[in-house]
């Protein structure tokens, strides 16, 4: 007889029990894991070896080769820049005169030896004599001449007094600078006045010009352009009148201005003003005289010298820096849109299809050596800049591409899906190209403009290679819609990818109906595919706003614009609560009662507005400060309009979810009937969205 069980043993046999599922557990979603990656590892490694988009070894010889040539001949090229203008002018000068290291420096300029005949017959620009210039030719390329001399001569000894280790005495002047946004409003100023001029002996001179940077003589006969260490650049004119207001001193004997820069301030004049000549010093090897570096080129550099080099900024850094990133990208995905499609044409793929692995591991082990490939030549040309270039730069820069280069890769495999022959996909490739180099270069062209530029992840990579700080909110603002865009294209090639659909010859848009109404099971399933559009609205969204940001810029009514923003939101936003409505009808999954089409449009609005509650992330970007931003937020920038607390959460949660769900509804009503329906359902929605907008853009303001 058996006595009592001891007390405890059942919860510690329960105990062990469950100790030793959760260990079960874990070793099977350690085994499942490991099956993951083990299948998806083959699968991109036959992809390489095997597939790689029907391109042989020869053609990868000579694709690499011309990249490698194009990336040693970029240096060059930056350092050179436009050489178009390269020997333009012939001058007339000899080792001995102050002016040659100058000229000599410039590639402007070709040196020959002095000849007052040449100068006569047209075979020389300019003759140097000693400190000044001695005659030009009398035509137009001859007054170019002097004066592009005279700039290569200020830009010599500015370089000269750069590479000076007492700064403080070679610059004793220091301005910063802060460019601010001008107001939208149309000044008049008068473009001529009158500028008191101090001169050496303590009078008072004048010119009639602009004032400013300082003009050349209009009419002298000797222009004078010497470099000296106790004076500065002649730019005035002996015998005429000078026709422009400088910086200097006005100088010698001459009537005119000039505008001179030295270590002195002084100036001299092309008749012999006795403190414009002087010894030149020569800097030393490898400063930075007469042109800038490879950097300072690309990315704009410092200015230092004279206040007529001062010039507002010229977004050349980020338009270069955004077209470096993004070209390679548009390489990788026509390699990538090959292979999948061979794969349908050949029916290469069905070998893939009825092997042991999932859809998800076939993709994932097909998208994985591009999107490698893609990621890799976005840290190499990080890792260029930063060595050879000496720009700033870290993982952001790398970090930024990867939802880029995702967004591609998902793009071009949706449309290869989606394409019937190599023809179509070259024209797939084309939209794809052309729509998101757009989206992703354009905006990042502004970086240091307008916090507008942040829709693309390009402006993260340009203000990290600046040394710029970039935060988290900015970081997931430009990220996080393209990666759940690039989540819903793979999505909905995936649903795509089988046999039934992968090796059929149907056209596109029914392909993309096809892909819409694929995760549509039950009526309630709208609202989650209403819900999973959403990436494609928010960057749809964010690129009508940059298209209208131009328009603001260009000074057109705000109420034009506004206008215009609206209608396109509305047509955006409503094509993404009704299209896949319609892809359910026409694949015969609801019935076309009344009723059924109230309920699906109800779902697809309710789905919508659930999840357009993240738009709230436009706030992390302070889009709100302009116009196009407070129109993209909508009824969210009611907040600071003195409205009891009560009455707004009413009013931003009733009234958009009622608008979502009428609209819906209007545009379900029109799918049960067919496309010419819809269409027409379609517009008056859109019209019944675009008036609740003006009506809300209207009381806000009001």
């Not at 070209?327 to 292979?339: D, E, H, K, M, R």
């Not at 507008?452 to 819609?481: C, E, K, M």
Request: charged share 15%; with cysteine; net charge negative.
């Amino acid at each position: 007889m058996s006595g009592p069980p001891p007390v405890g043993g059942d919860d510690r046999s329960r105990r062990e029990s469950q100790i030793g599922s959760d260990a079960s557990a874990t070793q099977r979603f350690v085994r499942w894991v490991r099956t993951r990656v083990e299948n998806v590892a083959r699968i991109a490694r036959w992809e390489v070896t095997k597939n790689a988009g029907g391109v042989d070894r020869r053609t990868v010889v000579v694709a690499l080769l011309a990249v490698l040539g194009l990336g040693a001949m970029a240096p060059v090229a930056v350092s050179q820049g436009v050489a178009l203008d390269q020997g333009i002018y012939r001058v007339g000068v000899v080792e001995e005169d102050p002016l040659y290291d100058p000229v000599s420096l410039d590639p402007t300029f070709r040196v020959q030896d002095p000849s007052e005949s040449a100068v006569g017959a047209g075979d020389q620009e300019v003759l140097v004599v000693g400190p000044r210039v001695s005659q030009y030719a009398d035509s137009t390329k001859g007054r170019a001449a002097v004066a592009e001399l005279r700039s290569t001569v200020q830009r010599y000894n500015d370089g000269i007094m750069d590479g000076d280790d007492n700064q403080s005495a070679a610059f004793p002047v220091l301005v910063n600078l802060t460019y601010v946004e001008r107001e939208s409003q149309q000044v008049a100023v008068s473009q001529t006045r009158t500028v008191p001029i101090q001169t050496d002996e303590g009078g008072t001179g004048s010119g009639d010009g602009t004032a400013g940077d300082g003009g050349s003589g209009g009419g002298g006969e000797d222009t004078g352009g010497a470099a000296g260490s106790d004076g500065g650049t002649g730019g005035g004119s002996s015998d005429g009148a000078g026709a422009g207001s400088g910086d200097g001193g006005s100088g010698g004997d001459g009537e005119g201005t000039s505008a001179g820069t030295g270590s002195d301030g002084g100036t001299g004049d092309g008749a012999g003003g006795g403190d414009g000549s002087g010894d030149v010093t020569t800097p030393s090897e490898g400063s930075n005289v007469a042109g800038s570096s490879i950097g300072a080129r690309l990315t704009g550099g410092s200015a230092t010298g004279a206040p007529s080099d001062i010039a507002p900024p010229f977004p050349f850094q980020s338009l270069v820096l955004a077209f470096v990133f993004v070209l390679p990208l548009n390489f990788v995905i026509q390699a990538y849109g090959s292979t999948i499609l061979s794969e349908r044409i050949n029916r290469r793929g069905e070998l893939l299809l009825v092997a042991p692995v999932s859809r998800g591991d076939i993709i994932v082990g097909k998208t994985l050596p591009y999107f490698a490939a893609a990621v890799a030549v976005a840290a190499g040309i990080t890792l260029v800049l930063q060595v050879g270039l000496g720009l700033g730069g870290s993982a952001i820069s790398v970090l930024a591409v990867v939802p880029l280069a995702m967004l591609f890769l998902a793009a071009t495999f949706l449309g290869a899906m989606f394409a019937r022959s190599f023809k179509e996909l070259t024209f797939v490739t084309v939209t794809i190209t052309v729509s998101l180099t757009s989206y992703a270069f354009v905006p990042a062209i502004f970086t240091d403009v307008t916090p507008i530029a942040l829709i693309s992840p390009l402006t993260l990579v340009v203000r990290d290679l600046q040394g710029q700080a970039v935060g988290l909110g900015q970081f997931v603002f430009s990220t996080l819609p393209p990666t759940l865009t690039a989540l819903v294209c793979f999505g909905l090639g995936a649903g795509l990818y089988r046999e039934e659909d992968m090796f059929t010859q149907r056209p596109i848009p029914y392909k993309v109906l096809d892909a819409l109404a694929g995760p549509i099971e039950r009526r309630r399933s709208v609202a989650l595919v209403t819900a999973v559009l959403l990436p494609f609205v928010l960057v749809a969204e964010l690129v009508v706003a940059a298209f209208a940001y131009p328009l603001w810029q260009a000074e057109i009514p705000v109420g034009a614009i506004v206008v215009a923003v609206l209608i396109g939101l509305a047509v955006v936003e409503e094509l993404a609560k009704s299209l896949h409505v319609y892809a359910g009808y026409a694949h015969s999954l609801f019935d076309d009662r009344l009723r059924t089409a109230l309920v699906v449009g109800a779902f697809s609005g309710l789905g919508f507005f659930l999840a357009e509650k993240l738009t709230l992330i436009v706030r992390l970007a302070d889009l709100q400060t302009l116009p196009v931003g407070q129109t993209l937020v909508g009824e969210q920038a009611a907040v600071g309009t003195g409205v009891p607390l009560a009455i707004l959460l009413v009013a931003l949660l009733l009234a958009p979810l009622a608008l979502h769900v009428v609209t819906a509804s209007i545009s379900a009503l029109g799918a049960r009937r067919g496309r010419r329906s819809y269409v027409i359902a379609l517009v008056v929605a859109v019209a019944v969205h675009v008036a609740y907008n003006l009506t809300v853009v209207s009381a806000l303001v009001g």
